[in-house]
């Protein structure tokens, strides 16, 4: 068998077994955003870590290095909201061509710095290897975050409601405003161009959020919101019922759909690497979160759909008929 | 400019300016085998990162997929060992093509596996991404030294003895004998082989001699003798004398430069890949060290030379002449 038919999350699970061999530090091994470490007074320490390929992640005909740099950091540090956690030091390995130009090099560390600044993230080592043919960095984060607080995939339970922050589809939109230029209006180009580059990973939010009390779990939305909710699904046990017409997608996301002919929902719900939070949260606690993370940020919450029982599957309402929501989003090799 | 005119450490001094912002935590940065973080219960936390790229690091006609991923823990496990410290969790990233066969990907973990075993390593977490052109391996490691215990590069003092275990220039005879296949003694083709694919990092080593508390300062050999020399003369800001005669040279890499018709002393000095440790020690704790390394895993600790003043320089006594000991060592890029 090949990995193309193995597909990421089968090789993931065969990979898992036997990793953990002295348990006593490990709070949470593979399967979260971030490992979770028993740490010090009263924290727990968060690791994760990112790779990103040339071709694969980017481009460099469509993205700058500093893009790149700023994107690598983010992508980490929203591993890390996604768990409650502060992110805190970086460890970045770059494999590079030796025609590389070292201005490349500096802009991309200046992405990577920019990002770093604006989580509050040293970086703190690394390593530059070369690279014959493909350009590949990998950045591993470090985080933490108070043990009462952390936020785990499997935590929600039937009746929360499940929540996003910001808007979605923006990063999918921009994919085909880069691949397929076409006249496109400057704002909605450089909205959907920032949402794929930029992610603004929700440390500021998740953290107004957590005194609330009310969140039951957290994922970052990296694959594609149907992917994640999949993903909370099987972690948590339990089925979600989404509202097609609650999905929060912004004018510039629908504006591109247009131009391009597809459906703004689609973007949304398969689209991936849109870095907002999916958090699920106790219902009488909505408002509170809601209010929290607006008077920290600014960042609209929007309910989108409830946690019910396994048995209930994931399902849609697309104008008031509920349907399947089949599986779906970015899976390596396949 | 492009990175082959400026080289990896000339990168490296670059990039190295504004990556900490919180410097709080952060007790070592960018700079030495790892970084050093302000921990709990009297420890310091070290993390450190290493890629390896397919065709720069390894091939896939010479290296077995089980070699491959236990020399990928075994050269950042090194890195722990060469602050002084026990490591303990890794992060792991890989990118694969996605026609590679699963069962590939099962050794690979499995070589991962077997040196965490040997080391205390936990695998705690990675990524798994595609990449259709190389192979890439990443790994975040994490670890933790005795605050009072931790070992830098800078700690070398003018009077102290160099020091290296093992023994050296035998990861570099064995790419001779993988890339120029001759008839060659089979056992001398194996010590080389493992020496290359399975190097033993020296972390019971490391662990045994802090108690004696005459170490100054430690390096492991990843990049060669004369390159981990040059890189403690400038950290700790001395030269050295080095003793040609002195330098441990296995009987079969003594046979495998013989076949070659390599000098065996250039395969040490400029070799690298032996992970061995370069330690400078009090003189009067010369004894202490190699009998406690002895005592606890019967590992040679061989005297090779001096710390001297900088204005010495680094020289190295060839058959009793004093010579300049040209830099050199595996450089990425150049």
Redesign the interface.
């Known amino acids: ?6 597909g ?1 999350f089968g ?2 699970e ?2 898992k077994a ?6 006593d ?2 709070v949470m ?2 399967g979260d955003d ?2 979770v ?1 028993k ?3 009263g924290y727990l320490t968060l ?7 040339e ?3 980017f481009t460099l005909s469509t993205a700058t290095a500093w893009e790149i740099g700023y994107k690598t950091m983010a992508v980490n540090v929203s591993d890390i909201a996604a768990m409650g956690g502060i992110p ?2 970086a ?13 490349f ?2 802009e991309l ?1 200046e992405g990577l ?1 920019e990002c ?2 604006r989580f ?15 350009m ?1 960095i ?1 950045l ?1 984060i ?1 985080g933490r975050v108070e043990e009462e607080a952390c936020l785990y995939r499997n935590g929600a339970r039937p009746g929360d409601i499940l929540l996003v922050t910001g808007d979605l589809g923006g990063a999918a939109a921009a994919l085909d405003a880069l691949f397929t230029p076409r006249p496109v209006p400057p704002e909605a180009l450089a909205y959907a161009r920032k949402r794929h580059f930029q992610p603004t990973p929700r440390v500021t939010e998740i953290r107004a959020a957590l005194p609330v009390k009310g969140l039951t779990a957290a994922d970052d939305i990296s694959d594609g919101l149907v992917a994640e909710v999949y993903t909370v699904a099987q972690a948590s046990g339990v089925g979600f019922i989404l509202e097609a017409d609650a999905i929060p997608i912004a004018a510039a996301t629908r504006e591109l759909a247009a131009l391009y002919q597809k459906d703004p929902l689609e973007y949304a719900l398969y689209g991936g690497e849109d870095f907002e939070l999916l958090l699920t949260c106790r219902p009488d606690k909505v408002a509170a979160v809601q209010k929290a993370i607006a008077d920290a940020c600014g960042t609209p919450v929007t309910p989108i759909g409830q946690v019910v029982p396994a048995e209930e599957g994931i399902t849609i309402v697309i104008n008031g008929e509920r349907r399947p929501l089949p599986p779906g989003g970015y899976n ?3």
Do not use: W
């Not at 068998?1 to 193995?6: A, F, G, P, T, V």
């Not at 036997?18 to 348990?23: D, E, N, R, S």
């Open positions: 068998m090949n990995l193309k038919s193995l990421e090789l993931i065969r990979l036997g990793c953990v061999i002295i348990p530090k490990v091994g593979i971030a490992a470490l740490g010090e007074n690791a994760s870590t990112d790779m990103l390929v071709d694969v992640h805190e030091q460890l970045i390995s770059l494999a590079l061509r030796p025609e590389q130009q070292v201005e090099v500096d560390y710095r770093g600044r509050g993230v040293n970086i703190i080592g690394g390593d530059t290897v070369s690279s014959p043919r493909a590949v990998n591993a470090l390596h090799f396949q």
